[in-house]
């Protein structure tokens, strides 16, 4: 006797029907000045040094403005924390004010402790975040949708910068950001078909620049967190460098702060 049931070309159908269904997507509806979205290009500009002729490759900071797509681009040396923070200033710069919030991927410059649900920030850049009156709300680990904005504004970077001086030699990240800025200007100012002629630019000063934060009145001074522990000489070692407590401090864990001007330890 037959079992019952669909026989399989039959489940397949309704298997495939039921399986389209599962692939839907919520459309994100961008406010003015509501995210500013924010990561590295996959790939990479180099430098070259001009007496060695060794190329060294260098990152590129993306970011863009969720309604507008704005996009602001830099190269920096590395992904470590001082460049991360320092090309946020910078963009922030560029923008002449700042989004409610930071949409960053959960790299470690800016999460110290990852996870899907409630990723810790780290706390120079959770410091940043309350400098300029903002706030960080990272993507999704492996959901490329949380920051789709940011991920569409690197291929156009991509495209329209990088193919462009891939024939062209740097001998300093000064020189290759003063031409990262020419072609950034151009990208910004380029008509999208999409958007009946407009550019990034008219979208940005009719969307995003009204409803941006205002920048505060001082710059944010870079910083860095670490812990350290006291030795039984009482001093705590931070970057080669020796610096006193009191000495009941012996043995107890720290927290230093630590600037270019400042080294505080709590």
């Not at 403005?65 to 040396?77: D, F, I, R, V």
């Not at 004010?97 to 470690?108: H, I, M, N, S, Y």
């Not at 949708?145 to 001086?165: F, G, N, Y």
Request: aromatic share 10%; with cysteine; net charge positive.
């Amino acid at each position: 006797r037959e079992p019952k049931g669909y026989r399989y070309t039959q489940f397949c159908k309704h298997y495939n029907d039921w399986l389209a269904k599962q692939r839907i997507s919520m459309r994100q509806v961008h406010k003015g000045g509501e995210k500013l979205f924010v990561d590295y290009s996959g790939k990479k500009p180099h430098i070259v040094d001009q007496q060695t002729g060794e190329r060294t490759e260098v990152e590129l900071f993306v970011s863009a403005l969720g309604a507008s797509n704005y996009t602001y681009a830099e190269a920096t040396k590395t992904q470590k924390l001082t460049d991360w923070l320092a090309s946020h200033v910078r963009a922030f710069e560029y923008y002449e004010g700042v989004a409610r919030t930071l949409v960053p991927d959960q790299l470690r410059s800016a999460v110290s402790g990852p996870c899907r649900y409630d990723p810790v920030i780290n706390r120079s850049y959770l410091e940043l975040a309350q400098h300029y009156g903002t706030f960080v709300l990272p993507a999704r680990p492996r959901k490329p949708k949380d920051k789709a904005k940011v991920e569409v504004a690197v291929q156009v970077a991509q495209r329209w910068i990088l193919a462009a001086i891939r024939n062209q030699t740097f001998f300093s990240l000064e020189a290759l950001n003063i031409r990262i800025r020419e072609l950034l200007e151009r990208l910004n100012n380029r008509p999208m078909k999409h958007l009946g002629g407009q550019s990034r630019r008219e979208r940005f000063l009719l969307l995003d620049k009204p409803n941006l934060m205002p920048l505060p009145a001082r710059r944010f001074e870079l910083c860095e967190w670490k812990t350290a522990t006291p030795n039984i000489d009482y001093h705590v070692e931070l970057h080669k460098h020796w610096y006193s407590v009191p000495y009941t401090l012996r043995g107890e864990r720290l927290d230093a702060r630590l600037t270019a001007s400042t080294v505080e330890i709590f």
